[in-house]
Every structure is written in C-alpha cells, then in structure tokens.
C-alpha cells in the first residue's frame, strides 16, 4: 500500500481547501489518500481506461483544488491549459511498468515529500546568476578529457521547473530543473561532450513501443560514456568506449537518421533536487536529482514539438564552470563527500575501443 501524504507536499501553496488524487483504475487498490488539516476536502478519483486528464478534470475535479495524478497513460499525465483552468494546479507522478513499478511510484513520492521547493528555487536563482555573470560555460570531462564551450551575451532559460507548483500547467514531479536554451540566436555550443548516466526518452506521438526501444538502446550509458562531437550545436559524430556505450551509439545514429533534427542540442539541462537520486528506470525524475553534486548535468538532444522525440542525456562525470572562472557550478566536480568537502574522481577508460582518449 502506498500512502499519499497531501501535507507532506510542500510544492502546493496554500490557499486550496481541496485535493484530488487520480489514480489509474487499475491501480486502486495499491494506494490510500490519507486526510489531513491542510485542506478540508479529500477525494480520489479512478481513472477508468481510455480517459484522458482533460475529461477528468472537466466531470470529476472541482475548480480550486490540489490534484496529483499517478498514471502511467500518456493521456492522463497531460491536459491543454484550458482544461486545466487557473484555478487548479495539478502535478503528475508517472508510473513505471513491470514487477517493480509500485516500488518505484513509491520512490518518487517519498522524494516529492522530501522535496523543499524554497531550497530548490535558491539553488536555481544562484546558478542562473552566476551564468547571466559568466557570458558562458565550459563542460569538461576528465574520464574522456573531453571538452564543450557555449557561449551567450546573456543565458536564455527554456525551461524552470523549480520551486512550488503554479496553477494552470500540469508539472511532471518531482521537480528540480533548469535548462539552458543553446538553439536560439546568440548561443553557440561546441567542442565535445562525454555523455553517461540514465536517460530519459519523451515522445511527441506518444508510441510507447518506439520511446521503450530508444530507452533500452541508451541503457548502456548508465556505465559507459559516450563522447559526442558538438560543432555550433550540433551533434557530428559519436565516439563510444565500450561495448554498453556503442549500443548507445547505434540507437542515436538510427534516430539521427529518422530524423536530423535531433542531431541539436537544444539545451543543457541542471538537476536542482537534492532530495531526489538517481533511480536505475526510466523516469522523467533524473533530469531533476542531483545526486551527490551540488546539481547535475544534462545534454537535450530535440525538441518537442519540432522532433518526434526528445532525449535527455546525463553527464554524470563531467562539470560545468564559468567561461571566465574555474570554480564548479555543476556536475561532478561539486560533489560532497562526508565532511562537506569536494570529492575528487579520477575514473579511467581501460576499453581498447575507445577512440576519444
């Protein structure tokens, strides 16, 4: 049984007297909302199959209220804001598939209570302050001794996940990301960047097949780098170094080839969320962890809606500084071992194959 807390979530601002869960018919019998003080209504809601969140929100949902949604249906972890209304915010936890799922939902809302948004607003203002400062950053790995500048007059924010939840939108959780655009005019992206950790796989279409497929082919960087060749913000070539990492590249080259917009790099993303770590599935919560570093780091590769689909790829070794400072703003030259003292990683690639070293 998985209890959802509504007072624990500290993301919703006061002000609302009701909650809503919507739960997946499917799986009602593995989760109880529990009453508290916060607001005075409590109601859950069984989606049946087929339905979408916009019609549940229009017949089950009064205006003025809270709404979590725990689904693993695309349709019922969306909504076009109209549906929505001003008047309710609605944050959405996706569940994932097989033996393990319920485990993992109950991940993802143990870190959404421990979430303190005020801290990750903090995190988010300082980093973007210290960038609008910079003029740029450099992304610098030492397991691969690769190397990527961007540069920009000022940073262009496509995407602010932080902080609490805003009406009007539904808001995949647990939240915690910053994303730097690095496809608009003024920003400029090359050099080489050493991808590894892992990744998340959004679609435009919804095909779970294909999205489950591109997943599965980029598992492999959750042990294995894979250095991408980046010339003004675009991907031109892969170097794998083992045998994990060169699946990676076959499942991009495919893509690639479907479509060459998702040869861009559209941005480069920061996890901001302390409480949440990284979780060895494929949940949108990855892009938002920090694990042990102050805050992670991220390459975006597309852009819904332009391409079909949109891939976050995690730079779990490498770390962002200023253009014009050395200090780590990101990434893992920020990370803490016991003592609050800054853990040094020296890993080495011993694959023969490896062509980027």
Known sequence: MIVVRPEAYRQY???????????????????????????????????????????????????????????????LLTAPTVEIGPGRTVAAVRTGTGPLALDQTRSLLEALERTDPGEVQRHADALAEAL?????????????????EAGF?????????????????VQLAPTGRLRLATDVTGTTLSGQIAVKGWPVVHSRTGDDARRHELYEG???????????TVDDGTVTDLKAAASGSAAAATALE??????????????????LSPATQPLPFHTEANASATGRAKASVHVVLGALPRTPYQLTLACATSTVTAAVGTGALAGAGT??????????????VTASSCGCH
């Open 13 to 75: 601002v006061a002000g609302r007297n009701r909650f809503v869960l919507v739960v997946e018919k499917a799986l009602a019998d593995f989760f109880r909302l529990e009453h508290g003080t916060r607001h005075e209504h409590h109601a859950t809601v069984l989606a049946e199959p087929g339905r979408t969140l916009a019609d549940v929100l229009r017949s089950d949902v009064p205006e003025n209220s809270d709404v979590l949604v725990v689904a693993a249906a695309d349709s």
């Open 132 to 148: 609008a400062a910079a003029g740029g950053l450099r992304i610098e790995d030492p397991l691969t001794g690769s190397l990527a």
């Open 153 to 169: 007059a000022r940073p262009t924010w496509s995407r602010s996940d932080v902080g609490a939840f805003k009406p009007g939108a």
């Open 218 to 228: 980029l598992t492999g960087l959750s042990h294995h780098p894979l250095v991408l």
């Open 254 to 271: 495919s893509l690639f080839a479907e479509d060459p917009g998702h040869c861009a790099v559209s941005g480069v993303g920061f996890g």
């Open 335 to 348: 990370e803490t071992g016991e003592g609050g003292r800054p853990r040094r990683r020296m890993n080495r």
